[in-house]
């Protein structure tokens, strides 16, 4: 167990929808990440915040959004959902003072039909 | 763009053989990154090497960092059933963006 939860654990919505997906980091981590990990792509970089800012910006689609929270649980939101958007979504956070050691959660696997 | 690419993507090792994955990035990294994940898991942090020709070891495996800190392999040895999964470099850039190569899945043969 990394310290880190994502919820939920599994969610299958339609395509055009929109959901949202929430990642909590370890206490006293300061950073979150989100990645989206499917099967033709490997584990893409999509953003990060730290401490509710938003650092660095990876491949991360215009109809997706994220942010961090004063209290620094994150949420990822994806909406005019494709079937392309399937995948795994995995959050990971660091200690401060930036990219050091990440630490993954379990993940949510997003199926669009 | 900046990208860490990753070779084999497939390694079929024999029980006991030795082998090993490779990174480049034609940018200078700020670090690299190794992890692994299991089969049905998560991404598992293994290590961070930071200094030019960084070397590390954990048990049967050997990190190391490039002098242009621009490539980076992990090399293990007498390979073992537990070792099965996906091996990924993560390339950490100087802004802050970090790029993972496409991975290396290996499988073992008993």
């Known amino acids: 167990d990394s310290g880190v939860t994502q919820t939920p654990k599994h969610l299958i919505t339609a395509t055009g929808q929109r959901v949202t997906l929430r990642c909590s980091p370890r206490?006293?981590?300061?950073?979150v990440y989100w990645y989206q990990q499917s099967l033709d792509q490997g584990l893409q970089f999509l953003i990060q915040y730290y401490n509710g800012e938003e650092r660095a910006k990876g491949n991360i689609l215009e109809r997706f959004s994220a942010q961090q929270f004063p209290d620094l649980h994150s949420e990822l939101n994806l909406s005019s959902l494709e079937l392309g958007d399937s995948a795994l979504y995995f959050c990971?956070?660091?200690?401060?003072?930036?990219?050091?050691?990440?630490?993954f959660g379990p993940g949510t696997r997003l199926t669009v039909l | 763009g900046q990208q860490v690419m990753q070779i084999p993507q497939y390694q079929h090792v024999q029980e006991g053989e030795d082998f090993t994955t490779y990174c480049n990035s034609s940018?200078?990294?700020?670090?690299i990154q190794w992890y692994k994940q299991r089969p049905g898991g998560h991404p598992v942090f293994l290590i961070q090497l930071v200094k030019s020709g960084e070397v590390k070891k954990q048990k049967r495996l050997t990190f190391q960092f490039g002098e242009a800190k621009k490539n980076s392999s992990l090399h293990i040895t007498a390979t073992q059933t537990t070792d099965v999964g996906t091996y990924f470099c993560?390339?950490?850039?100087?802004?802050?963006?970090?790029?993972f190569g496409a991975g290396t899945t290996v499988t073992v043969r008993a």
């Open positions: 940018t200078t990294l700020s670090n």
């Open positions: 993560a390339g950490c850039f100087y802004d802050y963006k970090l790029s």
């Open positions: 990971a956070s660091s200690p401060p003072p930036s990219t050091d050691t990440q630490y």
């Open positions: 206490s006293g981590d300061l950073s």
